[in-house]
């Protein structure tokens, strides 16, 4: 009972720390010039997956630390796999991860496997960051021998004029805030105005019907303008002024009584003459009415006596 009792125990302790006593695994070994703290018992991986254990760690006698792995014979342990040592999480907790690479001749069982160390978190950052130092380096270098160079080219009297530029533009930057103050001090100003312009548009989109009718009423006006016979009443209207001009012609021309009595002077003093004989007739019959007019009373004339 005993027996069973340490039997089982050992199995459980076993199992916790990777190791399946009931079934078969595959020894191999790798060498470390330093594990980083790599620890017994602790994970071998393949892309992450647990696949064995490290089974011991020891000081080989050339100097390398001597790592003994035990993978499931599960797994097929090809010519050319790598055991690299690596960080398992972030706390640094080391593990073995195996790259096995595609090959048809298998390692033995304790075969010695190639060994590589993954850089930590500030190793790799440190790659990363050194080609980035170097290309900033040479950056600067050229910027410095640019700025050199242009420094050289530049006479004390285009730099002055440089000087005077960027006091100008300095001036310019003021005026600038200056205006942008005056403006903001004007905001409620142009907050009004734009009310105003938001109210008249407002009122414009009120009246739409009645400027769709505006509208209607002056296409219709238009359609009648363009039905009517503009162009036979100029038509009438030339012909009227031809007979106008042709009748004013003929009054210049003597033709006719109207012409005649218009460009006759003798008929004008002629006329002119009666009209004065007809005066002093018309006042003689006012003056003495009965010269020309007899009236009868009670059946006897009244005789004008001269």
Same mark, same amino acid.
């Given at each position: ?9 050992? $199995? =459980?302790?076993?199992? %916790? ?43 080989? +006698? ?13 797994? !097929? ?14 706390? =640094? ?17 304790? =075969? ?9 978190? %500030? ?36 730099? #002055? ?11 310019? /930057? ?7 103050? !005056?403006?903001?001090? +004007?905001? +409620?100003? %142009? ?13 414009? $989109? ?30 009438? %209207?030339?012909?009227?002024?031809? #007979? ?5 012609? !003929? ?7 109207? =012409? ?12 002119? +003459? ?7 007739? /018309? ?19 009244? !005789?004008?006596?001269?």
């Amino acid at each position: 009972m005993v027996g069973v009792s340490l039997l089982v125990f050992f $199995a =459980g302790f076993y199992f %916790l720390k990777g190791a399946n006593l009931f079934s078969g695994e595959n020894t191999y070994y790798t060498y470390y010039d330093n594990v980083q703290g790599l620890q017994p018992s602790a994970s071998v991986q393949v892309k992450g997956l647990g696949i064995g254990r490290v089974a011991a760690i020891k000081l080989g +006698e050339n100097g390398k630390v001597k790592v003994t792995l035990s993978v499931s014979k599960k797994i !097929k342990v090809t010519e050319g796999t790598v055991a690299k040592l690596i960080s398992a999480d972030l706390l =640094g907790t080391k593990a073995i991860s195996l790259e096995i690479p595609a090959s048809s001749q298998e390692v033995r069982n304790e =075969g010695v496997l190639a060994s590589a160390l993954e850089g930590g978190l %500030l190793d790799n950052l440190s790659y990363q960051i050194t080609p980035l130092i170097k290309d900033i380096n040479h950056v600067v270098i050229t910027l410095d021998t640019v700025l050199a160079g242009v420094n050289g080219m530049l006479g004390p009297e285009t730099r #002055q004029r440089l000087s005077n530029s960027i006091a100008s533009l300095d001036v310019t /930057m003021n005026n600038f805030s200056q205006l942008s103050a !005056k403006l903001n001090g +004007e905001s +409620e100003h %142009l907050a009004g105005i734009i009310r105003n312009a938001n109210s008249i548009t407002g009122n414009l $989109a009120n009246s739409n019907q009645q400027v769709s009718n505006i509208l209607k009423n002056a296409d219709n006006i238009s359609g009648q303008l363009a039905k009517a016979p503009v162009q036979q009443t100029f038509a009438d %209207l030339q012909a009227t002024v031809n #007979q106008l001009q042709g009748i004013i012609n !003929k009054i210049n021309s003597n033709q006719g009584s109207l =012409g005649m009595l218009v460009n006759d002077k003798d008929l004008y003093y002629n006329l002119t +003459e009666a009209l004065k004989t007809l005066n002093s007739l /018309m006042a003689d019959v006012n003056a003495h009415p009965s010269r020309y007019i007899n009236v009868t009373i009670f059946g006897r004339k009244n !005789k004008d006596t001269h």
